[in-house]
Nanobody
Framework: QVQLVESGGGLVQAGGSLRLSCTASGSISRFNVMGWYRQAPGKQRELVAVKASGGGNTNYADSVKGRFTISRDNAENTVYLQMNSLKPEDTAVYYC??????????WGQGTQVTVSS
């Protein structure tokens, strides 16, 4: 079993920055992909950014490229999302996800990010 704990959400004005953190604990496979998804009211959950372990591939949604940066501390099983130049359309609940080698996906409880105009 894997548990994910997120932190760092909040309220920020447009143009501001926030940093999200997600730490995984439990039976974590050596290879995994960790990342962030978000879900705005009335919309489907969408990928924001993901990064494989061991310095592997990174993938960003087009809407956040150049503004958001995902990074990992594999020793601490932690993934970060630095969000700069935030826009009102970035407002959503942000979820951390760990995709394990077993094919099972683990999700965090979500953290609210609200960007005011």
């Amino acid at each position: 079993q894997v548990q994910l704990v997120e932190s760092g959400g909040g309220l920020v004005q447009a143009g501001g920055s926030l940093r999200l953190s997600c730490t995984a604990s439990g039976s974590i496979s050596r290879f995994n992909v960790m990342g962030w998804y978000r879900q705005a009211p009335g919309k489907q959950r969408e990928l924001v950014a993901v990064k494989a372990s061991g310095g592997g591939n990174t993938n960003y949604a087009d809407s956040v490229k150049g503004r958001f940066t995902i990074s990992r501390d594999n020793a601490e099983n932690t993934v970060y999302l630095q969000m700069n130049s935030l826009k009102p359309e970035d407002t959503a609940v942000y979820y951390c996800k760990l995709a394990a080698m077993t094919g099972y996906d683990y999700w965090g409880q979500g953290t609210q990010v609200t960007v005011s105009s």
